[in-house]
């Protein structure tokens, strides 16, 4: 017997983007390892990925096209077909939608980051929607406010290089959960802190990432742009400001002046509940570092003004002038340096000219408004792959009622019975990554990777490129990039000019596993300007977001349901509610792995003891959380590392998994951000009460 080892990498949604090493032997993967040479790799796994190969052979895994026999649903019955019979099928039946009064626009493709790989996630899919001329997906439920939010403000989405943290001389994990959501990013920051460099964790809730940090500030939530406000307040009134940084590359630094005089630190210390005290200190402690390493995350744009919170604070470094070292600056993703052609892969130029777009995180009204929510005909028929809406949309209800439309026809592909799985007409069984190619980007540091298929398929599964261009034949679709296979998409991902991806082929990639990108070391993106910005300068005053109707200038916008501002509503729901990673889950993946449900336990909901003793609720009891869009339940957890009014409830469970059938996003709204109409999960006032 021999054993041979495969390089691959991790495609889960997540910043770090891990090389894997897959042991195979007898055509089984044996083992699973993080590549201890790749720099962020570090050579460990994660908790989840640490089980990908139980994942990859459990009993549960959809190993066969299934179609459905009764009602739609939870508990629905599905019996096994050919991929003969579901080919046939799916390409009839989305044909004659085409061919309808309503066209195919009534056809929608839902996809997220299942797998973040660039072929099965954007590639001969986009392909296929695009030529039929079904209605586009705006890929909205993650990362659009704080991917507008640097863009306005830096250009991109670039940001300080992770890899450099160690020679940071203040840490400030700010909204990020670092140890669960990006745990290889901390092997670095105790590099930093061994050097006696401060960690501070800028959060509502004491997580097990601000347990470990020198500091926990419990700032309430959706007031992150106050706070930013407010340090430059006291930077500027000091004088700790950065000149000659700011005259040189910077744009508006008078105007900004003006601005955040409205923002004296008692006034701030009102909205964002930390005391004025600390935060005057805290802005002499940044401006007095050389290099703070600033690293946001997503948590803090799932507001209704995130957009606007990633941008105030994405002006911090330049107010001091931090771009100018290694480690200095902000880091919310560094996506923008990988110049991957998907242009090419995408082939947008296929899709008629008009075609709508349809809002994903809006999927409840998309599917219960005869217009689709925006004009045009009715959603008639859904393809859902690499993501799991019927869990992770916001407003469950309002999706579930869309899912159960007798008249919507439904295709999953998928490696398991999901949530959404169970209003599916059909299931197609879509491969893992270690049974197909791809190449993959991250938005935590600067290496490209290729995954190599380490087995073959297990059972009949399929890649996604495979089941679109055999559905595409099936459909009589013709065009010749239709017929590309993985490899050659692989090329053309890499087909780019980009000075950045001088010496990424595919035959590089493939003997090394892994590149980084052709970036300048140590990589200091914003040393001398050199903004991706009109002006090239960074953008305090933003002449595009004047042009859109928006101010121009940095500012706090509240949340949708910030208690100041919706009195009433507080009254009756006056705790906001955060959903954010459960540490053994990956959004809604794993959920179903045994080991990892199991140390999750079930559904969960923190609260501070005295908004639990007011409400005479005690540690371990069942609770109701609720507000007018709907209620779960969840065992109570009585806790006093999060502020009082605030609760969290780790996500995101598959709603048959959990006590009562619902999860937490029966209570998310489909509010959306101030820009990049992105999903506001954490700007949510609920009332929580016992559930007897
Ligand atoms: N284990 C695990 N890892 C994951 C994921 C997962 O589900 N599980 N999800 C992945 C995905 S899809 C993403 S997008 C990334 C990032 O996912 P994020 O949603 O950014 O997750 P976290 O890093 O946990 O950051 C959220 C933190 O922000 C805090 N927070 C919420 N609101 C506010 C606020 O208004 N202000 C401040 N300062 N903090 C706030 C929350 O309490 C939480 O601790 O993580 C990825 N990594
Ligand atoms: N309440 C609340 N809701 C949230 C969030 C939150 O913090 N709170 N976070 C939001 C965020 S940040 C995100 S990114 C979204 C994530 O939402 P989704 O993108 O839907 O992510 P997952 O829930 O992980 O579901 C991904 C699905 O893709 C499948 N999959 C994986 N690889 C493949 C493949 O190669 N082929 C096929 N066909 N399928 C595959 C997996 O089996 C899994 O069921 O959720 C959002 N929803
Ligand atoms: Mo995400």
């Known amino acids: 017997m021999t054993a041979t080892v495969v390089r691959g990498a991790c495609p889960h949604d997540c910043p770090d983007t891990c090389a894997t090493l897959v042991t195979v032997e007898d055509g089984r993967a044996t083992r699973i390892q993080g590549d201890k040479d790749h720099p962020f790799t570090q050579g460990f796994l994660c908790t989840k990925v640490n089980r990908y190969l139980e994942r990859t052979y459990h009993a549960d895994r959809v190993l066969t096209p299934l179609k459905r026999v009764g009602p739609k649903g939870p508990g629905a019955t599905f019996v096994e077909a050919s991929w003969d019979e579901a080919l046939d099928a799916i390409a009839a039946r989305l044909n004659a939608i085409r061919a309808s009064a309503d066209g195919p626009q009534s056809i929608l493709p839902y996809s997220y980051a299942g797998t973040m790989g660039l072929l099965q996630g954007e590639s001969i899919d986009r392909r296929f929607f695009h030529l039929m001329g079904a209605s586009k997906l705006d890929r909205t439920i ?144 940044y401006a007095k570092a050389k290099a703070a390493y600033v690293r946001i995350n997503y948590g803090l744009q799932r507001h209704g003004g995130g957009a606007m919170a990633v941008r105030t604070i994405a002006c911090l470094p330049a107010v001091v002038g931090h771009w100018r070292r290694p480690a200095g600056g902000v880091h919310l993703s560094s996506s923008a340096n990988f110049a991957f052609n998907r242009a090419m892969l995408h082939r ?61 026809f439904v295709v999953v ?126 953008e305090f005053f933003s002449q595009r977001m004047a042009d859109m109707g928006l101010d121009p200038l940095p500012d706090f916008t509240p949340p949708h349901e910030f208690p100041e501002q919706v009195p009433a509503l507080a009254a009756k729901y006056p705790i906001t509610l955060i959903s954010s990673p459960a540490h053994q889950f990956l959004n809604s993946t794993f959920v179903n792995i045994g ?57 995101i469970w598959w709603a048959k998994l959990s006590t009562d059938g619902r999860n937490v996003n029966a209570v998310t709204s489909q509010k959306l951000t101030d820009m990049g109409a992105g999903p506001t999960f954490y700007d949510c006032l609920v009332e929580i009460r016992a559930a007897d």
């Open 348 to 408: 947008e130029d296929l899709s008629p000219a008009g075609t709508r777009t349809i809002n994903m995180s809006l999927l409840g009204d998309a599917l219960t408004k005869p217009d689709a929510g925006v004009g045009g005909p009715p959603v008639k028929a859904l393809v859902v792959y690499n993501s799991n809406p019927a869990a992770i949309a916001p407003d469950f209800l309002r999706v579930i009622e869309g899912f159960k439309r007798e008249d919507l």
């Open 142 to 285: 993650c990362a659009t406010a704080g991917m507008w939010g640097m863009r306005m403000t830096v250009g991109a989405s670039i940001g300080a290089d992770a890899e450099l943290v160690p020679e940071s001389d203040l840490v400030i994990l700010w909204g990020t959960n670092t140890l669960t959501s990006n745990p290889h990013l901390w092997p670095k920051v105790l590099e930093a802190r061994a050097k006696g460099t401060p960690v501070i964790c800028i959060d509502p809730i004491r997580t097990r990432t601000a347990e470990q940090c020198d500091e926990w500030i419990g700032i309430r939530p959706g007031t992150d742009a106050a706070l930013a406000l407010g340090l430059m307040h006291v930077i500027f009134a000091e004088g700790l400001q950065d000149d000659d940084y700011l005259t040189q590359y910077t744009l508006g630094a008078e105007q900004l002046h003006e601005r955040v005089k409205r923002y004296p630190p008692e006034k701030v210390a009102e909205i964002t509940g930390v005391p004025a005290e600390r935060i005057v200190t805290l802005a002499r402690e």
């Open 413 to 538: 592909l998928e490696h398991f019975r999901t949530d959404t799985a169970d209003y599916a007409d059909w299931i197609l069984p879509a491969t893992t990554q270690l049974e197909h190619w791809d190449i993959h980007f991250s938005y935590g540091h600067l290496y490209a990777s290729l995954n190599k298929p380490a087995i073959a398929p297990v059972g009949q599964a399929l890649p996604n490129t495979e089941i679109f261009r055999r559905l595409a034949a099936r459909m009589g679709l013709e065009h010749e990039s239709l017929r590309d296979d993985d490899v050659t998409l692989v090329k053309q991902a890499l087909d780019s000019q980009a000075e950045a991806l001088k010496g990424l082929s595919f035959e590089e990639l493939e003997k090394h596993g892994w590149l980084r990108l052709n970036l300048p070391k140590p990589y200091v993106p914003f040393a001398r300007g050199g903004f991706r910005t009109p002006s090239g300068k960074c």
């Open 595 to 651: 080991p990892l449900q199991r140390a999750a336990k079930e559904p969960e909901v923190s609260l501070h003891p005295r908004d639990a003793e007011r409400r005479g609720i005690h540690d371990g009891q069942m609770v109701i959380v609720e507000n007018d869009r709907g209620h779960f339940t969840a065992r109570a957890r009585l806790r006093e590392g999060i502020r009082e009014a605030v609760a969290w409830a780790p996500g």
